[in-house]
Every structure is written in structure tokens, then in C-alpha cells.
């Protein structure tokens, strides 16, 4: 089992619309959890942030994490053709130092 | 803001040679990564550094090997590029106490 887990996709959305990303982790003492945005050929940018159950919304972007299910997801509002990329969920275990990254999603935002 | 700077964006070697990958830091920050990224593969921990002079191998250490002298200097060594290390190499940095990592621009590597 991965570390963290995401579908690769593509998700494709529709301008305007809510794009739903996804994410699980196998490490039940995890305490941080990262959303990353990646353009191709560029390096990841951090967008979120989120460290205790429940909802964090920062402009159109609100993470969501439920540790009880181990799940953390990214929603992203009002969808722009400038959202395509891909989106990387990172987690930092309960050994305290490292980024465990998953293999990230793919949204495509079509006009 | 946050900047880490990698020496290079691309960079084209034979195998066999010796391959330095260099990133700086400008935030007084503790802690550097080196990963590789590859399709299908991720993001994979190479190295990392909590401190100057200080190292730790990550999940793929084997045939790289890191430097770190200056706080805000961490380099990465390829002491004799294969072809399987063709690949996208990224820097981060983080301070001590929190949990935000920053990268760097990267270094697409190519060896030929």
C-alpha cells in the first residue's frame, strides 16, 4: 500500500465548476498535510495547508481533513482554465521530518 | 518571500561524469531536500539536512551523495551519472518549526 494515495486522473471540469481532489494516507499519526500545485515542467507551489480535522478555506481553495478516515481532499471553486495542473497531496508522518508525496492528480478545466 | 535558487534548469552530461547540482536558500532555513522526479514515480526523497555538515538519506540515496557546508548551500553529487539518472531534481527548504517546504525552480538533467 502507498504512503499516499491519489488518483492520477485527468479530472476534467467545466469552467465555473467545483474540481474535488482527492487523497488518503496509511500513517494514522500523520499531523500535516499540504496541497502542492504543479504546472508542467515547473516545481511544485505550496497552496494549502491544514493540521486539524474539519475545513481550512483560503479564496476559492478549502482543504478538508478527516483523520479518522485518513482522507484529506482539496476543493477548488469557480474553476478557472488557469487551474490546470497537476495537484499533489504531501503528509508529513508521524516520524516528524519527512514529506511523503503522493503521485498527484491531473485537472484539466475545459472552457 | 521564500527563495530557493537551483544552478541550473537544464543541464545535458556523459555518463560517467561527475555531476554537481547546487541549491541556495535565502531564509535562514534548517532544513534542505534533494528529490528526483519521475512520470508514474512522484516525488522521491534522495537526501536531506537539518543542519550544516548534517545529513540524512532519504529513499533513494544509492549512487548520489550531498554537501552541506553553508547554511544556505546544499549540494548534490552525482559521482558517476548513469543514464537512470535522467530526470527532474528538485531543492526545498524548510525552517525549523514549521512544517511549509518551498522549492526550488528544478533541474532537468539529461544523461546521455
Known amino acids: 500500500q502507498k504512503e499516499v494515495e491519489q488518483n492520477s486522473g485527468p479530472l476534467s471540469v467545466p469552467e465555473g465548476a467545483i474540481a474535488s481532489l482527492n487523497c488518503t494516507y496509511s500513517d494514522r499519526v500523520s499531523q500535516s498535510f499540504f496541497w502542492y500545485r504543479q504546472y508542467s515542467g515547473k516545481s511544485p507551489e505550496l497552496i494549502m495547508s491544514?493540521?486539524?480535522?474539519g475545513d481550512k478555506e483560503d479564496g476559492r481553495f478549502t482543504a478538508q481533513l478527516n483523520k479518522a478516515s485518513q482522507y484529506v481532499s482539496l476543493l477548488i471553486r469557480d474553476s478557472q482554465p488557469s487551474d490546470s495542473a497537476t495537484y499533489l497531496c504531501a503528509v508529513i508522518g508521524g516520524g516528524g521530518n519527512k514529506l511523503t508525496f503522493g503521485t498527484g492528480t491531473q485537472l484539466k478545466v475545459e472552457l | 518571500d521564500v527563495k530557493v535558487t537551483q544552478s541550473s534548469r537544464y543541464l545535458v552530461k556523459r555518463t560517467g561524469e561527475k555531476v554537481f547540482l547546487e541549491c541556495v536558500q535565502d531564509m535562514d532555513h534548517e532544513n534542505m531536500f534533494w528529490y528526483r522526479q519521475d512520470p508514474g514515480l512522484g516525488l522521491r526523497l534522495i537526501y536531506f539536512?537539518?543542519?550544516?555538515?548534517?545529513?540524512e538519506k532519504g529513499d533513494i540515496p544509492e549512487g548520489y551523495s550531498v554537501s552541506r557546508e553553508k547554511k544556505e548551500r546544499f549540494s548534490l553529487i552525482l559521482e558517476s551519472a548513469s543514464t537512470n539518472q535522467t530526470s527532474m531534481y528538485l531543492c526545498?527548504?524548510?525552517?525549523?518549526?514549521?512544517?511549509?517546504?518551498?522549492f526550488g525552480p528544478g533541474t532537468r538533467l539529461t544523461v546521455t
Open positions: 491544514i493540521y486539524s480535522n
Open positions: 539536512s537539518y543542519d550544516v555538515k548534517m545529513k
Open positions: 526545498a527548504s524548510r525552517g525549523q518549526g514549521s512544517s511549509e517546504q518551498y
